[in-house]
């Protein structure tokens, strides 16, 4: 499956990743519509935490509105979606993101904008065995 | 072409309708939880309209039950019985009602004059069709009169359109019409989640325990589910109505279809329960494993599981139904909630379970359930211990609209009589009713489908069967009234209730009759021993019932409240009361309607449509003191068997209690001692609820409590006046 791997040694807490994404999707610079966060650490260090495509919200999803493409990327239907907020609390890494005012939930779709991005080697979009 | 469409003619039964009456309405939104309109349908006129909620109405009655009851009120009087074309059914839903980020969320409550009781009945349902009604645009819709031949009721909530029209074709068991329907009505796959039909089945043509089928679509199994709203024979009024089914489509739901005035609130508190429920579940309550049958081995350990007509709380059979079983048998497939978001999950079922009796013997159906209260009265009751047997039960009991809390004590007392000689082989129209067998038991309810035979009788229920059984076969009326375990005319559910005052006291100062959805206190009361006197125990008799009045008025499930725990809970003052999830529903109900109420005020809505009710039932010719006594199985040991099995209990009983000697005494006299104690104390309690309540010596609610309560309207304080 495709997934976003990260390599949180590398990173340096620049915030370019939150910025792309944020402005790739949602088309504004807020780091509250990122799906992928950057983290400071207690001892200065970061620590990313983005959707690794493990389909535990598909599972739990109502209406169907979540599923698994061919590359094994998990997606959301906003159409059927009916913002029940089941898969942000069944999301083991808490990457299942909700922002103030929203409704349909968002997550990381492995599409490589933030990881061409990265100036420092952070991200990078990976296949692995399902 | 879909399998279903290759099953069924469903062109031909489109074909054979004939629209009998059109109604246009037209379309606007939820405001914050409130269409502030009903719909009035009566079948005998042919009459569609919608009707304002009364700003009045809305204040005193907040939605649910209390609507239902309001509307119901209004439309009958103290003549009216169950088949009268006067008497309607209401269904209603309620300000949360339809919220999809909170748990628990989709109920509908139904009520009626029951059949069984000659009261109004309430019943708390799940499946689609309460919050679709909503999203059509209507709180609440009452069916009055009667049709002449079978009609489907249409309600269309995005062309704002209601038909009635005639379907003769179609079935009337529940899993083949809904199927049906849920075929009929969509244009697409797609579109059958946003379905739902309420149907009832073949058995509530002839019984007096017939209950009403909800159904919702699963996407997954790609058939529709059915959630019962069971009590009481609301399906008996339904097929009396003529009506074979009711469908409402309403698609474009979302989780601001309440337009609700705080979203954020609303979205946080949900979230937070549903993080509680997905890791807390699996330590706490398998709600989303197994369901409320977890309780099966629960209860049996505790001696409160019934077995042989509430004789015993346990049996070494019970094994047979104990959890693991189920879990074996339930196929499982997360999210099975019976509404969206309900990350509670608890309503499971068991595919390509392959029938061995009846009409259907030999399909491959889906069974919704069991869950606990059906293991405890079509299993444990009947001393039935094999579980295809009641998995068998429960799915007849459903297609064929049949209440299976009432078909369970019902069989239960029924082979108690045989075994006890009131009944034998050809009272029984060559059934041989004796404990555990699962086959006669099953011939009897298609006996009752086909409306012949002893099911005739065994269908209109306990109380009616006394009558008989005394009539005719002379039987003695005492005996008959000991153990048959109805109150007011209703089955009671399932949990042993003999060491628990509290609970006998849940069970039979209910509004409807002995339905565990008031108070369940067993556990404060017997194990914990937190309410060891009269007054706390009024007091849990006042908190709990009224607490739980609550989601009634707003279209919640109790689950969620209590059946997951905050994992701090235990650290909170008056930890049963959950009082973390209290405050969430003060925020999600403030959330929702812009309104501040705070946990004193919703007591008092509760309060005001409680005490309505009681004053609803005193209309009716019932609603006082003398019909709020159980029968002494419910208290107490009735036979010489009973006590000898618990011989060291009761026997320690006289001792602490009552300060009496057993040695030396005949069972026969320490049973009568026993008695005579217990039933005092059951009129203590009865003195110190009244009190708490607000109520006379005789049960009725004093003038000055409804001024206090804000349950003052005039057409209620004429009625109760003329019995103070
Ligand atoms: S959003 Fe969460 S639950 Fe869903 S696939 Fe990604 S990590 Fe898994
Ligand atoms: S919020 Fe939407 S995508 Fe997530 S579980 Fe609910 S319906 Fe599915
Ligand atoms: S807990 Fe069960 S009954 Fe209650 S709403 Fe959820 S699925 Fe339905």
Known sequence: MKYLKTIAENC???????????????????????????HRAANGSYALSVCDQCRACVAECPTQAITVNKLGVV???????????????????????????????????????????????????????? | ??????????????????????????????????NDRTLYINLATLEIRE?????????????????????LWDAVSGDTRWDSPENEICIATGPIAGNTNYPGSGKSLVTTISPQTGIPIDSNVGGHFGPYLKFSGFDAMEIQGKADRDVLIYIDGNQGKVQIMEAPLEATDSHVVAEQLHEMFAANEREKQHLSVVSAGRGSEHAWIGCLNFSYWDKRRKLPRLKQAGRGGIGTVFRNKKIKAMVVKYSGLTGKSNNPVDMETLQKTGLKLHK???SLDDKQCHMRTIGTAHLVEIMNDYDLLPTKNFRFGSHPDAKNLASWVWKDMFTQNVPDGCWFGCTMSCAHGIDNFELRTGPYKGHKVLVDGPEYETVGGCGSNPAIFDPKAVVEINFYCDTYGLDTISFGTLTGFIMDCYENGILNRERCGGLEMTWGNWEAALEMMHQIARGEGFGLIAGKGIKFMQEYFAKEYGADAQFLKDIGMHGKGLEQSEYQSKESLAQQGGYYLTNKGPQHDEAWLIFMDMVNNQIPTFEKKAEALHYFPMFRTWFGLMGLCKLPWNDVEPA??????????????????????????????????????????????????????????????????AMGPVTVEEYE????????????????????????????????YREAQYESLIDAV???????????????????IGMDLPEVIELVKKHL
Not at chain 2, 8 to 28: N, P, Q
Not at chain 2, 594 to 601: A, L, T, Y
Not at chain 2, 659 to 676: A, F, W, Y
């Open chain 2, 276 to 278: 509680e429920i997905i």
């Open chain 2, 645 to 676: 099995s618990r011989a060291e209990r009761y026997d320690k009983a006289l001792k602490e209690k009552q300060n009496i000697d057993p040695t030396g005494k005949s069972t026969e006299e320490k049973i009568r001692l026993l008695r005579q």
């Open chain 2, 690 to 708: 009244f009190k708490r309540r607000g109520w006379s010596k005789d049960g009725v609610p004093t003038v000055e409590h409804l001024k206090e």
């Open chain 2, 568 to 633: 701090d809970n235990a650290k909170y003052p008056e930890p049963n009361k959950v009082p973390e999830h209290v405050q969430n529903y003060v925020d999600i109900y403030n959330a929702i309607t812009g309104d501040k109420i705070d946990k004193e005020e919703l007591i008092r809505q509760s309060e005001r449509v409680y005490n309505f009710q009681r004053v609803f039932n005193l209309k009716m010719g019932h609603g006082k003191r003398v019909e709020d006594h159980p029968p002494y199985r």
């Open chain 1, 75 to 130: 997606l959301i239907n906003k159409a059927l979606c009916i913002n029940c907020l089941a898969c942000v609390a069944a999301c083991p890494t808490g990457t299942m993101m909700t922002w103030r005012g929203g409704l349909v939930p968002f997550k990381c779709i492995a599409c490589d904008a933030c990881a061409k991005e990265c100036p420092s080697g952070a991200l990078v979009t990976e296949i692995k065995e399902d």
């Open chain 2, 1 to 34: 072409m879909s399998a279903n469409e290759k099953k069924y003619d469903i062109e031909k039964m489109r074909k054979a309708h004939k629209v009998l009456k059109e109604f246009s309405y037209e379309l606007k939104p939820v405001v914050k939880g409130y």
């Open chain 1, 12 to 38: 340096t807490g620049c915030n370019l990743c939150m910025s792309v994404c944020s402005k790739l999707y949602f088309k504004e610079d807020n780091p509250e519509k990122s799906a992928i966060r950057v």
């Open chain 2, 51 to 71: 009707k304002p909620v009364p700003a009045l109405m809305k204040k005193k009655f907040i939605g649910g039950k209390g609507y239902d009851l309001k509307l």
